[in-house]
């Protein structure tokens, strides 16, 4: 009896039940760029820290226009000014420096009229406050400036280093072992002997997933033999938290990466997804629950395909991060599609808005041996199973290609 496929949402979800968070460590924040917070980081005092000003100029006591202000001081970023300011007195001050005490606005150098070196003349009014930054206008002290499971970009670097914090506490990358199956695959460059071709996999997975967080180790080839298989899975079990293999995964006389993994003890979750491209995607875990182990087909769409579906959002579960989500939830199919029957199709598409629609068009031929679908790809977009055609116009569901 033919084995019953599993829906490509119910993969996912055993994947994530399969995945819990790595354990956390204090990172400084400059090695932090690309990690995931264990902890939430909370403001260490106000930012800014003290009352200063939004421009140069001179900081004075709120008042009228037509004043004539005694210059007494200079306030500068860095160097405050410690003078107790009054009536008929001004500070020059220069944007970001500490308001001196007694000042209650600050006003522009434009608005003012030198008068000889040491005075000024006012020509606008300077109401309280004005052109005041409050202490803590950005962050208040003990606030959450960034919660847990947030990805640490430059921009939340520079606001937790702004928050007053030197290190973060982050989820540990995981480690991942890439391994290629197949006699046929020869190192990029290599020169092809009869019935060989170029191992894309494995600069794309290692890519792939050093873009989503994890420390790969150098991928490794593995020949189409079953001692070589399990000696070469066994020995990145043991060092790995993801094991990602390629090809073999099928059941000709020549694919021995299931009967390796059943050897090594490590327990299948599913296997043959009804996904196409990447139906003989293979899934599972050692009873101690650790690595992850994902056996993708060969083919380099279906690799990078399955990767984006289901490791993808492992490397992320297990760095305590959200799924990647595509640029849209959904678009509009651009052109028919023919339908398979009894798999859903996730094609490679490319995306323009127009008038606020946004429509999906394949990205070239879509078999699984076109490696330039993928090239200036967007998204995957659902096709989902059925007889004849999915009409140009009609709404699809749309995925995250990982890239
Ligand atoms: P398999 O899943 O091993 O049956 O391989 C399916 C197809 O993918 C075959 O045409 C293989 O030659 C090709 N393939 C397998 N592994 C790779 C790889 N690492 N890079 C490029 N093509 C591959
Ligand atoms: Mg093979």
Redesign the pocket.
């Known amino acids: 009896m033919p084995r019953s496929l599993i829906s490509i949402t119910r993969a996912r979800e055993l994947v994530l039940e399969a995945t819990q968070a790595l354990s956390a460590e204090e990172v400084a924040i400059d090695d932090a760029l690309g990690r995931v917070l264990a902890e939430e980081v909370r403001a260490a005092g106000d930012v800014p820290p003290f009352p200063c000003s939004a421009m140069d100029g001179y900081a004075v006591v709120a008042g009228e226009a037509g004043r004539t202000l005694q210059i007494v001081g200079e306030s500068r970023a860095g160097t405050p000014s410690s003078h107790r300011l009054t009536d008929g007195e001004a500070i020059r001050i220069s944007t970001g420096a500490a308001i001196p005490p007694g000042a209650t606005a600050v006003i522009p150098q434009e608005n003012v009229a030198l008068n000889g070196s040491d005075a000024i003349h006012t020509n606008t009014a300077s109401p309280p406050g004005e052109h005041i930054r409050g202490a803590g206008e950005d962050m208040r002290a003990d606030t959450v400036v960034l919660g847990a499971g947030t990805f640490l970009g430059p921009v939340a670097l520079g606001a937790a280093t702004a928050a007053g914090v030197g290190s973060v506490t982050a989820t540990r990358r995981p480690r991942v072992a890439v391994l290629?199956?197949?006699d046929?695959?020869r190192a990029p460059g290599e020169p092809l002997g009869p019935g060989e071709?170029h191992?894309?996999?494995?600069p794309m997975l290692t890519g792939l997933a050093q873009r989503a967080g994890a420390v790969v180790d150098p991928a490794s080839r593995l020949p189409d033999d079953r001692d070589a298989t399990t000696r070469g899975i066994g020995d990145a079990l043991a060092s790995s938290d993801v094991v990602i293999i390629?090809?073999?995964?099928?059941v000709?006389p020549h694919?021995h990466v299931k009967p390796a993994l059943d050897l090594l003890g490590v327990e299948e979750v599913f296997w043959s997804v009804a996904l196409q491209p990447g139906k003989p995607t293979w899934f599972g875990v050692p009873s101690e629950g650790r690595p992850l182990v994902f056996g993708l087909?060969?083919?380099?769409v279906s690799a990078v395909v399955t990767f984006s579906l289901f490791v993808s959002p492992a490397l992320a579960a297990l760095q305590g991060a959200p799924s990647p989500e595509p640029p849209w939830a959904t678009a509009v199919l651009g052109e028919d599609v023919a339908r398979n029957p009894k798999r859903d199709q996730m094609v490679r598409v490319r995306l323009t808005e127009v008038d606020g629609v946004v429509r999906a068009d394949l990205n070239r031929a879509q078999g699984s041996h076109i490696l330039t679908s993928l090239l200036g790809a967007d998204a995957l977009a659902v096709i989902p199973m059925g007889e004849g055609e999915l009409a140009s116009g009609c709404a699809v569901t749309l995925h995250a290609l990982a890239s």
Do not use: K, Q, R
């Open positions: 290629c199956t197949g046929e695959l071709i191992n894309s996999n494995a390629t090809g073999g995964v099928s000709g694919d087909p060969g083919n380099p």
